[in-house]
């Protein structure tokens, strides 16, 4: 297995990583992408891909922080060369619901991440919450074919997956797939074609069930894949595999 998305520099992970990590190899995971979403914290997360060799990186900037911390293409491109372990940029995209960021400063900063990672030729890592319009005009005017999409912990619409997979979209699944009240995101992982399927925990966010309230850690994606597994009527071995190969296609072209 491979967690897709994951903050490893965030407590309590970053003071306990030697012990998260053992568990996450018991677990069977074998790669763990950690995310940066500021520049303040960048210096953290080189420090943690060097501890391992499963660990990878991104830099980029989230968007409740673009009001403090906005950032131009060329300097992200150069905080990007500074390892050849950093293999994506993000987290950037819109959130409109917190609005801890203006609109305007979300979508410019949105926009200059895009196109460091069209330059790089490296997938975009994208958050949308409450702006679904907005994320699919600014990737449908900025489509390319180099330029690859990753929707982390995806709660979009149907519709929204739908409309994204000509635009070279992957969907990531978190924890929340597990919960009682997701029906409707259990449905749009249905409907997702196999190929374009990546699981994640984003921890120490999220928890799946069944340690949903508990802080969340690499080792509990099983519990994620399993029930993607259980959705789309498969084994889990062969979820795994679906989803370790997308993941390997999508970062390393493998």
């Known amino acids: 297995m491979i967690d897709s998305h994951c903050h ?44 391992d060799q499963m660990i990878y990186g991104t830099f980029g900037i989230h968007p409740h922080e673009t009001k403090n911390y ?14 050849s372990k950093i293999i994506g940029v993000g987290e950037t995209g819109l959130d409109f619901y917190y609005n801890n960021s203006d609109k305007d400063t979300q979508l410019k900063s949105f926009q200059n991440h895009i196109e460091a990672a069209a330059s790089l030729n490296i997938p975009l890592i994208i958050h949308s919450r409450n702006a679904e319009n907005e994320t ?71 928890s799946p069930e069944p340690n949903r309230g508990k802080k969340n850690e690499p080792s509990y994606i099983k519990f994620t894949a399993q029930k993607l597994a259980n959705l789309r009527n498969i084994e889990l071995e062969r979820l795994i595999t679906i989803t370790t190969n997308n993941f390997n296609k999508l970062f390393f072209n493998t």
Do not use: W
């Not at 520049?39 to 997360?45: G, L, P, S």
């Open 8 to 51: 490893l520099d965030r407590e309590p992970l970053l003071s306990n990583l030697r012990q998260v990590l053992i568990r996450a190899k018991e677990a069977g995971v074998e790669k763990l992408l950690t995310i940066c979403t500021t520049t303040n914290e960048y210096t953290n997360i080189l420090d943690i891909i060097s501890k």
């Open 70 to 83: 906005f950032i131009k293409k060329d300097e992200i491109i150069k905080k990007v060369k500074m390892s």
């Open 136 to 206: 699919y005009d600014i990737l449908k005017k900025n489509y390319q074919k180099n330029l690859k999409i990753l929707m982390h912990c995806f709660t979009g619409s149907t519709d929204l997956a739908l409309n994204l997979l000509p635009l070279n979209a992957y969907f990531s699944a978190s924890g929340i797939i597990t919960f009682k009240n997701s029906s409707l995101l259990q449905e749009t992982f249905k409907k997702i074609p196999e190929d374009r399927l990546l699981i994640e925990t984003d921890s120490p966010f999220l």
